[in-house]
């Protein structure tokens, strides 16, 4: 497995501001994910993060609203912007090793 | 469309006994199952998986079946412990789908001392 550090681990956000999520794995891995989990429900896709390419978004995401960095092997940042209410949820960064996955801890985030 | 389908929100089971979480799923194109357990406040903890070319896999306490013509897997914790109280997740993925996970809503499991 790898460790996962996500940052930060909870944060209380004022609506129309942005939150930027930092994900750091201690090992280097090609594939980086980030999902969300919405409050009773279960985890979905955000996107997917390479290293040295554009992060590719599942639908109903889009680049302006959640936008990604992945500027090495072991770190990756997702942007939270402009936020609403409708934005509160925890989101979790995963790494793949071989053909499973792991997970951070989650950042849970609250809008006001 | 839930691809992924954990029928159960939740289950309740003494101590001892042995707990089975059972995930349904409907895209036939999924090769690899994974069990997730996770606690509030933290992130899912990887449990086990299976490969679609398997029928069973075991870890420990942990078993998991698969059954391809039904599109059904079950996870069977024996014995049960009271830690073992928490979400339990499926998810799926396809060897198309380059790493992504499709997840189940979740199963709650308590187990009583």
């Known amino acids: 497995s790898a460790v996962i550090s996500q940052k930060p681990s909870r944060d209380i956000c004022q609506r129309g501001t942005s939150l930027t999520i930092q994900c750091q794995v201690d090992s280097q891995v090609t594939m980086m994910f980030w999902y969300r989990q919405q409050p009773g429900q279960s985890l979905t896709l955000i996107a997917t993060a390479n290293q040295g390419s554009e992060a590719t978004y599942e639908s109903g995401f889009v680049i302006d609203k959640f936008p990604i960095s992945r500027p090495n092997l072991t770190f990756s940042t997702l942007t939270v912007s402009n936020m609403s209410p409708e934005d509160s949820s925890i989101y979790l960064c995963s790494v793949e090793l071989g053909p499973n996955q792991y997970f951070g801890a989650g950042t849970r985030l609250s809008v006001l | 469309d839930q691809q992924v389908k954990q029928n159960s929100p939740s289950l309740s089971v003494q101590e001892g006994r042995i707990s089975i979480l059972n995930c349904d799923y409907t895209?036939?194109?999924?090769?690899?199952f994974l069990w997730y357990k996770k606690y509030p406040a933290e992130g899912p903890t990887f449990l086990i998986s299976?490969?679609?070319?398997?029928d069973k896999n075991e870890d420990g306490r942990f078993t998991v079946f698969l059954n391809k013509s039904a599109k059904h897997l079950s996870l069977h914790i024996v014995p049960s412990q009271p830690g073992d109280s928490a979400v339990y997740f499926c998810a799926a993925s396809g060897s198309s789908n380059t790493g992504k996970l499709i997840f189940g809503q979740g199963t709650t499991l308590q187990v009583k001392p």
């Open positions: 299976i490969s679609s070319i398997k």
């Open positions: 895209n036939s194109m999924f090769d690899y």
